[in-house]
Each structure stands twice: as structure tokens, then as C-alpha cells.
């Protein structure tokens, strides 16, 4: 498996506020990706984040909403920004290792 | 139709027995299978993957894959309490590199 360090892991923010959570992976990866995990509910994809170009986000979410940062092989940022209640969620970093995925320990975030 | 669909729960089951948890999806496509337990409050963890057709054993764990029923399964022998989690059944498509889709999940309860 890979050993994958995600923080922080958890936070309360004032809503109109933006946080940025960081993922740093123990070896080089090609792709990371970011999932949200709402309360009660699955896993959705929120974007890929590949190293040297822009992040390719799934229907629904948007850049300006979840910028994304790639600056090498190992580390990737999500921010949520201008957050609302709504963004009250688990979010979690995973990569792929081999044919299988990995993930990160999860951002407890919490919006007041 | 949703995309990966798990059986619905919760699930309970006395220590001992087998549980057996159930997952479709609709991408005929779909190459990789995966099968997640996430104790509540953590992040998922991979507990088996399954990538042709018949079954895949892994000491009390059990993955068994149809491709032309578009069909994965998970069984769990010997049930402990401590098998009591969401299980998430996760699939990659067939041109897809790690991207994964996730079904709702199903909570499994084993009680003593």
C-alpha cells in the first residue's frame, strides 16, 4: 500500500472562509485524486489532480469552488473556498498504487 | 440507474455466520473491482480487489465477480463483531486509471 499523509484532520470554519487541505504521498505518483464523502452518504469524486497540468474536475464541482495545487509527483493541495454549511464534509486524498487505490486519513471539515 | 448499486442495508448478522454483501453496476465496460470496509469516523480501507470472473479468496473474505451479470460480491465467513462497518463497493472503468466510483455502501452490524 502507499503511505499517504493528509492534514489537517479535521476543522470547524467560519463560513465565507476557505481552507486548504494537503496530501503528501510517500512516493511518486502520476495522479492523485480528491474525493468529498458528505454526511450519511458515499464517495464522490470531486477532481484528478495531475502533476504539471490543470486538474480535471467531475461534473458538478468547480475550480473556482476547489482549487487544486500539483507541484510534484508526491504532494497535492484542495482548498474549499467561500465555504458554506453545505461544504460540511469528509475529504479525502487517494492514490493509486499499482492497479489498486489508496487513500489518506480524511479532512473532517465542519462549516459554522 | 445508478452507476454502482449496493444491496440495501443495514445489514445484520449473528457472530459466526456469513454476511454477504452485493453490488451491480452498469459500465460493461468496468475492469477492476474493489471492495472497501470504512469503520465509522475513518477513511476506507482496501480489503480485496477482483479483476476476472469467478471467485477470490482471502483468508475469511471472499470476492466473487460476473462480468456478464455485471455483478460483485462480497462474502465474509466466520463473522466477527469486529467486521461491523459500511462496506463500499468501488469500481474503476475500463479507461479510467484510478479514477473509482463508489456504490452508497451497505452497514454491516455483526452482533454477539
Known amino acids: 500500500s502507499a503511505v499517504i499523509s493528509q492534514k489537517p484532520s479535521r476543522d470547524i470554519c467560519q463560513r465565507g472562509t476557505s481552507l486548504t487541505i494537503q496530501c503528501q504521498v510517500d512516493?511518486?505518483?502520476?495522479?492523485m485524486f480528491w474525493y468529498r464523502q458528505q454526511p450519511g452518504q458515499s464517495l464522490t469524486l470531486i477532481a484528478t489532480?495531475?502533476?504539471?497540468?490543470?486538474?480535471?474536475?467531475e461534473s458538478g464541482f468547480v475550480i473556482d469552488k476547489f482549487p487544486i495545487s500539483r507541484p510534484n509527483l508526491t504532494f497535492s493541495t484542495l482548498t474549499v473556498s467561500n465555504m458554506s454549511p453545505e461544504d460540511s464534509s469528509i475529504y479525502l486524498c487517494s492514490v493509486p498504487k499499482n492497479t489498486e487505490a489508496f487513500f489518506g486519513q480524511g479532512t473532517r471539515l465542519t462549516v459554522v | 440507474q445508478k452507476e454502482v448499486e449496493q444491496n440495501s442495508g443495514p445489514l445484520s448478522v449473528p457472530e459466526g455466520a456469513i454476511a454477504s454483501l452485493n453490488c451491480t453496476y452498469s459500465?460493461?465496460?468496468?475492469?477492476?473491482f474493489f471492495w472497501y470496509r470504512q469503520y465509522s469516523g475513518k477513511s476506507p480501507e482496501l480489503i480485496m480487489s477482483i479483476y476476472s470472473n469467478g471467485d477470490k479468496e482471502d483468508g475469511r473474505f471472499t470476492a466473487q465477480l460476473n462480468k456478464a451479470s455485471q455483478y460483485v460480491s462480497l462474502l465474509i465467513r466466520d463473522s466477527q463483531p469486529s467486521d461491523s462497518a459500511t462496506y463500499l463497493c468501488a469500481v474503476r472503468g475500463g479507461t479510467s486509471y484510478g479514477k473509482l466510483t463508489f456504490g452508497q455502501g451497505t452497514i454491516l452490524t455483526v452482533h454477539p
Open positions: 489532480a495531475n502533476q504539471g497540468s490543470e486538474a480535471t474536475y
Open positions: 459500465d460493461r465496460v468496468s475492469q477492476s
Open positions: 512516493s511518486q505518483v502520476t495522479m
